[in-house]
């Protein structure tokens, strides 16, 4: 399976570190072939990676890209201070950010009546990736109690729900299908995600395509649930992230049990992936309830109860900051020791099955 992502981004404004919907783009002649940096028409800000058949080199090529923005990075006679930082988030001020995965098939075409089959193993997990992928607790600069504003908020406008039969080439469906252009082949699209740092998309990206491989390999659909039991599954993830209660096949479990039965059930394809440690880290961090809203609810709430009247400004330091320090290579721990924000140890988490560890 290839696969690529789109990223919507804000961005802040440096040396005031103003929150802003304001356009940046690289400086002209650094992107690659297949890479994109463009301009969304809702948020502003947009970059495409070149399509990647491993999760390795996706996990290298999105943080290479979006390390492209940061002038600072380049020999300039200018000595200028001003500048841009990407804002990965799914929500800050009146506009909605999200992430979307492409998947097409390596060495083939992808019609529409195989994306069809294979969306239909993909969808009843949509659940499961909202939770996995929610970043979006500010909204309106307010910090909120909501996992995704941006799902709970923008459903029924950007990302409608389909149900498991039900594929179009709709773009503001949850999921559709894309024809092929100049530039890229037909893919099938996954809209789901907030905006997010790489490594949070690219293990949403290791699930979907754990699901793919599986549907290429023939076999059947892991997870089948009621339309509305979907649903329900859906707006609770968007509500709760990684602490929502979601449905495998008929049982209520959490969505860290949910985490425990999927890398379990698809632990053959995951091991074919050659995944990232920073990877299993982001899938410890999950299985501990911490996904990437989780991460901005506590930098923003430490940034708020510092300085009430200042707090937007103090969080856009740490996360430049931050930003700059995983894009050059750090690790997500350093990311969220750069904002500030403890996370829980990670040293006896097992993911899987107890006494039976992937990693």
């Not at 380049?74 to 950010?97: C, E, H, I, P, T």
């Not at 995983?326 to 988490?349: K, Q, W």
Request: with cysteine; glycine share 6%; hydrophobic share 40%.
């Amino acid at each position: 399976m290839v696969a690529g992502v789109e990223i919507e981004s804000y961005t802040i404004s440096l040396p005031e570190y103003d929150i802003t919907r304001e356009l940046a783009f690289p400086r002209k002649g650094v992107g690659e072939r297949g890479e994109h940096f463009r301009r969304d028409w809702s948020i502003g800000t947009e970059y495409n990676s070149r399509p990647f058949k491993t999760i390795r080199e996706g996990l290298f090529l999105v943080k290479a890209g979006l390390r492209k923005y940061s002038h600072h990075h380049y020999r300039s006679k200018n000595d200028s201070q001003r500048g841009k930082q990407l804002l990965l988030v799914g929500g800050w001020r009146d506009r909605f950010a999200g992430a979307h995965i492409h998947l097409s098939i390596a060495g083939q075409t992808l019609d529409k009546a195989d994306a069809l089959h294979l969306a239909g193993h993909i969808h009843d997990h949509i659940p499961f990736l909202i939770a996995m992928g929610a970043n979006s607790p500010v909204w309106a600069e307010e910090l909120t109690n909501l996992a995704s504003n941006r799902i709970v908020k923008a459903s029924k406008i950007y990302f409608k729900p389909i149900r498991r039969s039900e594929l179009t080439m709709r773009s503001m469906d949850e999921m559709l299908f894309n024809r092929s252009r100049v530039t890229k082949p037909p893919t099938l699209e996954v809209r789901v995600l907030d905006a997010n740092v790489p490594e949070y998309l690219l293990a949403a990206v290791c699930v979907v395509k754990a699901v793919a491989l599986a549907w290429l390999a023939g076999k059947k659909s892991e997870q089948r649930i009621p339309h509305a039991a979907y649903l329900r599954a859906r707006n609770a993830a968007a509500e709760r992230g990684m602490r929502a209660t979601l449905d495998w096949n008929g049982s209520a479990i959490p969505a860290t049990k949910y985490l425990d039965r999927f890398l379990w059930t698809y632990r053959e394809e995951l091991d074919m992936m050659d995944i990232p440690h920073d990877l299993w880290t982001v899938f410890k961090l999950l299985k501990r309830g911490w996904n990437g809203s989780a991460l901005l609810q506590a930098a923003a709430r430490a940034a708020y109860n510092e300085h009430p009247q200042t707090w937007q400004r103090r969080f856009a330091k740490r996360y430049v900051k931050a930003l700059d320090a995983l894009l050059a290579g750090n690790s997500i721990l350093d990311f969220t020791r750069h904002l500030d924000v403890e996370t829980p140890d990670l040293e006896n988490v097992w993911l899987g099955r107890r006494n039976l560890k992937l990693v």
